[in-house]
């Protein structure tokens, strides 16, 4: 199944939301009152993970997320005991395990690096939804 994710941030940080879209299918938002853009990225993902099961390709805008996994960084991220190539302490740790953990185990699973804001229908639904909901908490709070 293809899951297209993506994070928003009014501000970085600042009010944030994230979104999974399913092309012709489901779909999922939400947002944090006070984050990053990375971090409603990898969030995106984090739960396009949890809440869909089986065979995964994940389509995302963002290198952060992409690269982790296609250039394994979490592999030396762990021989380093979660410090970057800087020696600096991997950001969003607390994301990044849960996710590393389903990296691990889901063999099923692949990860497709796509341009924003280039016109793909399925990734423009994401950045959409994750906007909303990052204005929505700006709003409400």
Wanted: proline share 3%; glycine share 12%; net charge neutral.
């Amino acid at each position: 199944m293809d899951v297209y994710t993506d994070g928003a941030c009014l501000g970085n940080p600042g009010p944030g939301g994230w979104a999974y879209v399913v092309p012709d299918g489901r779909s999922a938002s939400g947002a944090e009152v006070h984050t990053t853009n990375q971090r409603m990225e990898l969030f995106a993902v984090y739960r396009a993970l949890s809440d869909l099961g089986g065979d995964l390709t994940i389509y995302s805008d963002s290198a952060y997320v992409v690269n982790c996994y296609q250039n394994k960084w979490w592999m030396g991220w762990e021989r380093k005991g979660w410090r970057t190539s800087s020696g600096s302490a991997v950001a969003n740790l607390d994301l990044w395990m849960p996710v590393i953990d389903i990296f691990k185990t889901r063999k099923e699973l692949g990860f497709v690096k796509v341009k924003g804001h280039s016109g793909d229908r399925y990734n423009e639904a994401a950045d959409s939804l994750a906007n909303a909901a990052a204005r929505r908490i700006a709003r409400d709070g």
